[in-house]
């Protein structure tokens, strides 16, 4: 299993600009997640999914949208892109769960991150 | 509020000493406690899960503790090795939140 896969690495947008970071997962997990992590700060919740066509605000949506179409992959889109929003972003997912935040003998597995520059 | 904040920020040993990293949270109600390691330029990877009724967990050289009625947790490092250089990170979970710490960065030299 290739487990989280994320692309771009690495991407620099201008103001105004939209983008879109993609996530798989070969895992066949329901739950999936977009953190953000900025500079001496935790990891932001940004938007969920319990499963395909279904997906959540969390944390820090604002700026963002993501979609579900199948169980794999979670796009998420920044339609116009930001200085705020330069940060490094982090897809995940955990195996179904009764509580999307992770029960207690879930493992969340993690991509290896998108690190974005807005200017 | 929900917050959780790991000390100290950032750490220097030499290979082969133990240190032990902190976590105090005030996350309620209380489900999980896990902490991560995260490499540089690396997605955080899954060490130990703790739930309200165990106070140790351990994996390899890494050992965790539990103290739910203090709400604190630590993360000791038995032997460092340069591999263990990382940023910690302590994540709790409850009700329907889970809250990251901002992590402890650790730095191991020869």
């Known amino acids: 299993n290739a487990g989280v896969t994320q692309t771009p690495k690495f991407r620099i947008l201008k103001i105004g600009q939209s983008m879109t970071l993609q996530c798989t997962q070969d895992m066949n997990h329901n739950y999936m997640y977009w953190y953000r992590q900025d500079p001496g700060m935790g990891l932001k919740l940004i938007y969920y999914?319990?499963?395909?066509?279904?997906?959540d605000k969390g944390e820090v949506p604002n700026g963002y949208n993501v979609s579900r179409s199948t169980t794999e992959d979670f796009p998420l889109r920044l339609e116009l892109a930001a200085p705020s929003q330069t940060s490094v972003y982090f897809c995940?997912?955990?195996?179904?769960?009764?509580?999307?935040?992770?029960?207690?003998?879930?493992?969340?597995?993690f991509g290896p991150g998108t690190r974005l520059l807005v200017l | 509020k929900n917050q959780v904040e790991q000390s100290p920020q950032s750490l220097i040993i030499l290979e082969g000493k133990n240190c032990t990293l902190q976590?105090?949270?005030?996350?309620?109600?209380?489900?999980?406690l896990r902490w991560y390691k995260q490499d540089t330029g690396r997605g955080p990877v899954s060490l130990t899960i703790m739930t309200f009724s165990e106070n140790t967990k351990s994996n390899g050289r890494y050992t965790a503790t539990l103290d739910a009625d203090t709400k604190q947790s630590s993360l000791h490092i038995t032997a460092s090795q340069l591999s263990d250089s990382a940023s910690y990170i302590c994540?709790?979970?409850?009700?329907?939140?889970?809250?990251f710490g901002a992590g402890t960065r650790l730095f191991v030299k020869a």
């Open positions: 999914s319990v499963g395909a066509g279904i997906t």
């Open positions: 976590c105090n949270y005030t996350v309620s109600p209380f489900s999980n």
């Open positions: 994540v709790v979970s409850g009700g329907f939140k889970t809250i």
């Open positions: 995940a997912s955990t195996p179904s769960s009764l509580r999307w935040e992770g029960s207690q003998r879930e493992t969340q597995y």
